[in-house]
């Protein structure tokens, strides 16, 4: 009774799955065809190779400048090229460059955040596809406790593990990871139900390949570009979490600073100095609103149809 | 519709369950959990007793066990903060963050269901593409930075709103406006979609041919169609409310749950951040409880399906 119908679909779709193929090869052709079009997508990409280059070399080159405390120039306000380049904007409570701590900044919150989405995109994946692909009870098990962690406020969750575990910049990735998964897992899982009955998994299947090797070779290529697309869309989100706990002190712990950090520091000084709680959070929104839209344009370059 | 009901019920108990039990192995698994429960500079000795006294030297299914007792007895022990029961003072701040929630909730709703509505009657028109700008600002900016630019702009250099606390309508404003936003922009990108969809079946041309006006077919006709998404959608962000809740209240020092939260957080009093997490776990589940429900009575497809 099962055989006709998988025939039917195997057969309608082999087209679908060549292209699909073939897609997946061009995408960054694609992608620069969706981007010739979208001025606003251009602007997002330029703004993200901007902030990534300045992330990577910013604390190479002012690095120490950063915690060079100079109590001589305490709050030195910002657009005033008096006192050099390095305070072009403005120094803080100790008197250090605030530029240099903003870059060194972007280098942990990105580091962080690239890391917890990468974590929480290959596990989330895997686990999605795996119990997609078996089905049967391992699957409602596991999607039961995906549907715990939904209803689950995620920085409730963070904070309570953080609480347990101890801050720290290891703890802090996994729990932003975690607190996510469930998203990756859902996606993925809903990917693969829809590629599992396909011909070329048909397929495979007859010619004995064991189910790691299929999920491996036949499912998980056809469905990265949704997984990829989803990713893209989360970074925002965990840049954003990320920031919270860090201005909640759950985050990373002195020395090292991230830009949800440097804003919890600058409000104790908003009467002084404007400029600390200010420009960390106009860089986060800046980043956020970049990655969003280059998520937007991703999806569209994603998009099977 | 009994069997969706029960079926519903029963995924809400389980997930009570499983959420007491995360809760226990969180505050076993890290070792002693006299760690957790006393002050960092606890004598050796004090540590021995607390355990003798609370059975931490006992197995660990043993100690599930009485947990669990504890538990449905609503006995989380005592506050180290404030030395009363932690139930007690977890309920006494759950109010004002409700009242909190509920204001921001009802504020975004109609801001976003306003917003998205204008947008998809007039797509790709300057009010569609404002409201994609205005959605995506809200998704993108951090909500404590800009409760914390508020405080700067309104409280600081102009002095028209005050700083913090909650002693009268004034100090509603920053709060509420910062809560606001994230729910907003989510849901007016959810109501343009959901409406787009709407306005383009065959009804609403039947009823512009009969010459109802715009206004009339966005709202009354198109809306009441697009309503189950929406609703879907508003009920997962007011459970979220509890994640703006959190920074939001630290910033204004509103006497809620969140700031309670936090303040246990740093002063290590763990039988009230267990009451929390228990609380508002059940409250969680009992708002997608009435989601559910809500979503099955607006979609009998739902209640039907399986």
Do not use: C
Not at chain 2, 25 to 41: C, I, K, N, V
């Amino acid at each position: 009774m099962q055989e006709p119908v998988i025939t039917t679909i195997g057969a309608a779709e082999t087209a679908t799955d060549g292209s699909t193929l073939m897609r997946r090869d061009r995408f960054s052709v694609r992608l620069r065809h969706v981007l010739r079009r979208d001025r606003l997508g251009q602007l997002a990409l330029v703004i993200i190779v901007v902030i990534v280059i300045a992330a990577v070399f910013g604390p190479l080159m002012m690095g120490d400048a950063a915690t060079q405390a100079d109590l001589g120039k305490r709050f030195v306000a910002p657009f005033n090229p008096d006192h050099g380049a390095a305070y072009i904007l403005g120094s803080d409570a100790l008197g250090r460059s605030f530029l240099a701590r903003l870059l060194v900044a972007a280098r942990t919150t990105l580091i962080i955040a690239v890391l917890a989405v990468v974590v929480a995109t290959l596990i989330g994946s895997l686990i999605g596809t795996v119990v997609g692909y078996i089905g049967g009870r391992v699957d409602a098990y596991v999607m039961r406790i995906a549907d715990v962690m939904q209803a689950f406020p995620s920085l409730l969750l963070a904070l309570i593990i953080l609480y347990t575990v101890g801050p720290g910049l290891a703890p802090l990735i996994i729990v932003l990871a975690v607190a996510r998964m469930e998203v990756y897992v859902r996606v993925a899982r809903a990917e693969t139900l829809a590629v599992r009955e396909r011909l070329f998994v048909t397929a495979a299947r007859a010619l004995g390949a064991g189910p790691i090797r299929i999920v491996l070779t036949q499912i998980v290529p056809v469905i990265a570009a949704s997984v990829v697309s989803l990713a893209t869309l989360e970074f925002a989100l965990v840049i954003l979490s990320e920031s919270a706990l860090s201005f909640l002190g759950l985050g990373v712990q002195q020395p090292d600073i991230t830009w949800g950090g440097l804003i919890a520091e600058g409000r104790n000084y908003l009467r002084d100095a404007w400029w600390v709680a200010l420009l960390p959070g106009l860089a986060i929104t800046l980043t956020a609103v970049a990655v969003n839209v280059m998520a937007d344009v991703v999806r569209r370059t994603t998009q099977t149809d | 519709m009994t069997r969706f009901v029960l079926q519903r019920a029963r995924h809400g108990v389980f997930s009570i369950l499983g959420i007491v039990v995360l809760v226990f192995l969180l505050s076993r698994l890290t070792g002693s959990p006299a760690r957790l429960y006393l002050p960092e500079d606890a004598s050796d000795q004090v540590v021995a007793q607390f355990n003798a006294q609370h059975g931490f030297d006992k197995p660990v299914f043993v100690q599930l066990l009485t947990f669990l007792r504890g538990t449905l007895r609503g006995d989380f022990g005592d506050s180290l903060l404030y030395g009363q029961p932690a139930l007690h003072v977890v309920l006494t701040r759950y109010p004002a963050t409700l009242m909190l929630a509920v204001v921001a909730m009802l504020i975004a709703t109609t801001l976003g269901v306003l917003i998205g509505a204008r947008a998809a009657a007039r797509k790709e028109s300057l009010a569609d593409k404002v409201s994609r700008v205005i959605s995506l600002g809200a998704l993108s900016i951090p909500d404590f930075w800009v409760g914390i630019m508020g405080i700067a702009l309104f409280a600081v250099y102009l002095g028209v709103l005050p700083t913090s606390g909650s002693a009268g309508p004034a100090y509603w404003v920053l709060p509420v406006a910062t809560l606001v936003l994230r729910p907003t922009g989510i849901l007016a990108q959810v109501v343009r979609t959901s409406m787009v969809d709407a306005l383009a079946a065959d009804y609403i041309r039947v009823a512009k041919s009969k010459g109802v006006a715009q206004h009339s077919i966005v709202f009354k006709h198109a809306l009441r169609n697009a309503a189950i998404p929406i609703i879907a959608v508003a009920g997962v962000l007011m459970a979220g409310i509890v994640n703006g809740a959190l920074v939001v209240e630290t910033v204004f020092g509103w006497p809620g749950v969140g700031n309670l939260m936090v303040t246990a957080i740093h002063g290590r009093d763990f039988a009230v951040i267990q009451a929390v997490v228990l609380v508002t776990g059940i409250a969680i589940i009992i708002l997608n409880f009435g989601i559910d429900l809500a979503y099955s009575w607006l979609n009998p497809q739902i209640r039907l399906g399986k």
